[in-house]
């Protein structure tokens, strides 16, 4: 079955740097691709806040929050998503979750999204 896991998360002082991954697994058949990828971010009693996506297309849309400091990207050979993220800040101190939106080639396309358990990032001031 399809799984998502995301790994990177850490403790870092305000100013460092981080790269979070996700790998999917479970979509190496010919009867499956990914349409995208996206790192989400949640705080304890918040909503899951979107932070990057990015499409098969490599169409990208950040927070604004984000713009400038982080960068998301694709590896399609191993179905790897990366969220490089500099210049942190305390506020970006969150569980970020990976997602990926698989596709399925049948008699009629359907696409399924997926969520990694998550991995903590905080940022000290």
């Known amino acids: 079955q399809v799984q998502v896991v995301e790994s990177g998360g850490g403790l870092v002082q305000a100013g460092g740097s981080l790269r979070l991954s996700c790998a999917v697994s479970?979509?190496?058949?010919?009867?499956?691709?990914?349409?995208?990828m996206g790192w989400y971010r949640q705080t304890p009693g918040n909503e899951r806040e979107k932070v990057a996506l990015i499409s098969s297309g490599d169409n990208i849309d950040y927070v604004d929050s984000v713009k400038g400091r982080f960068t998301i990207s694709r590896d399609d050979a191993q179905n790897t998503a990366y969220l490089q993220m500099n210049s942190l800040e305390p506020e970006d101190t969150a569980v970020y979750y990976c997602?990926?939106?698989?596709?399925?080639?049948?008699?009629?396309?359907?696409?399924?999204?997926?969520w990694g358990q998550g991995t903590q990032v905080t940022v000290s001031s």
């Open positions: 997602t990926a939106a698989v596709r399925y080639y049948s008699s009629f396309s359907q696409v399924r999204n997926y």
């Open positions: 479970g979509v190496s058949g010919s009867f499956f691709s990914i349409d995208a």
